[in-house]
């Protein structure tokens, strides 16, 4: 084994950037840092709670989970995860319980995790650059690669990684493709302290999560930890059918989306008329497969380079190409751009096969036919 003394006067050579603190971003650093390479991470968050960090997320022992381990982190997770939030439960419109799969004890195939106590677990040691945000990446310079920060800054590289999500600033660099819209929105809502507030809705949903689906939508609401639930109504429609909705305006939104469910049962309409507020987020993804002309210098992480459906796999290989990055650069020998190339054309393979999967599950979850939805799950729960 070669001694950190050693890789950290490799790692000096190489100046390194990650642009982006989610899951991918904040996994490639920590694997770096643990093999003693420097890396800057920039983030244009000021702070890591600007923004509401998202929903719970469920991380497979041979994705997620093994990204954890390579940062040496897997132990550390196991005691914040909740393996309990692996139970699923498919209501009828009408209230009619169709399944209710529940976890073993000793299941830990796909824990969940708040996306904040993810987070924080990444962070760690790590000294993120808040407030730095991104404007344009420039490959090919005579110094490296040029960044351009949003408070005009600029800092070379010579290697930077777009880990910037859905709407990557980086991504330009090496792609002229941008997301498209899928047909499908969801718009989010939550419950605070469900159990003590809200406690018959606290035992629909169970310990994981509650599924409800009809003509071309389904409502949706799963348990994060201390009580707190994200409820996702979700349907297909224009782009503007729901935008055009002031979502300052609750009780407007509600409305309208109680209209759209119309006539399913009252306790699951309750869901929503119980939320507290309420935000669009219309599902966008990239083209299948999304490939690029290598471009020496920059290459892309998780959503900047595959964005798909919010269907479970996106977190889990976004924070495993992290670890598979950092793992190539850290201990391979030869060129830092060769490892980067092999890199690309080993994600681009497992991306391509995920985004296929993931597309073909969001055309049979929100569906002209119900019946295509249990069926999926039927497919992927266990026995």
């Not at 005009?152 to 002229?176: C, H, I, M, Y």
């Not at 939104?253 to 987020?281: E, K």
């Not at 966008?284 to 479970?312: E, F, K, Q, S």
Request: proline share 7%; with cysteine; glycine share 10%.
């Amino acid at each position: 084994m070669r001694r950190i003394d050693e890789i950290q006067c490799i790692g000096m050579r190489h100046r390194i950037a990650v642009i982006g603190s989610g899951p991918a971003g904040l996994v490639f650093a920590r694997v770096l840092h643990r093999h003693g390479h420097p890396v800057a991470v920039f983030e244009r968050d000021p702070t890591p709670d600007a923004r509401p960090p998202g929903g719970t997320l469920d991380l497979q022992e041979g994705l997620g989970q093994l990204a954890l381990d390579k940062a040496g982190l897997l132990a550390e997770f196991e005691t914040l995860s909740r393996p309990e939030g692996q139970a699923m439960r498919i209501l009828d419109t009408d209230g009619t319980v169709l399944r209710d799969w529940q976890p073993r004890p000793d299941d830990r195939a796909n824990p969940e995790i708040d996306r904040r106590q993810l987070r924080d677990l990444l962070l760690g040691p790590l000294d993120v650059q808040w407030g730095r945000g991104v404007t344009q990446v420039v490959p090919g310079t005579r110094d490296g690669v040029l960044v351009h920060f949003e408070d005009g800054r600029q800092e070379t590289f010579d290697l930077v990684v777009g880990a910037d999500g859905a709407w990557s600033r980086v991504r330009p660099a090496v792609s002229e493709v941008t997301p498209h819209y899928t047909g499908v929105t969801f718009v989010e809502t939550s419950l605070d302290d469900v159990d003590t507030r809200h406690p018959d809705l606290a035992r629909l949903i169970g310990d994981g999560s509650v599924a409800v689906y009809g003509v071309n939508r389904g409502l949706v609401a799963q348990r994060n930890s201390g009580g707190h639930v994200k409820v996702y109504a979700q349907f297909r429609a224009p782009l503007d059918r729901h935008t055009n909705l002031d979502a300052t305006d609750v009780e407007a939104v509600r409305s309208s989306l109680l209209a759209l469910f119309d006539g399913w049962a009252a306790p699951v309409l309750d869901l929503l008329r119980r939320g507290t507020a309420f935000a669009h987020r219309p599902l966008y993804v990239l083209p299948t497969p999304h490939t690029w002309n290598h471009v020496r210098g920059v290459t892309l992480l998780g959503d900047a380079a595959h964005l798909m459906p919010p269907l479970g796999a996106g977190a889990n290989l976004a924070m495993l190409e992290g670890a598979e990055l950092a793992e190539s650069i850290a201990n391979g020998p030869g060129d830092l751009d060769d490892a980067v190339r092999a890199f690309e054309e080993r994600m681009w393979a497992r991306a391509g096969r995920w985004a296929k999967i993931t597309a073909a599950g969001l055309e049979r979850l929100v569906s002209p036919d119900p019946a295509e939805a249990l069926a999926l799950f039927d497919e992927v729960q266990p026995a």
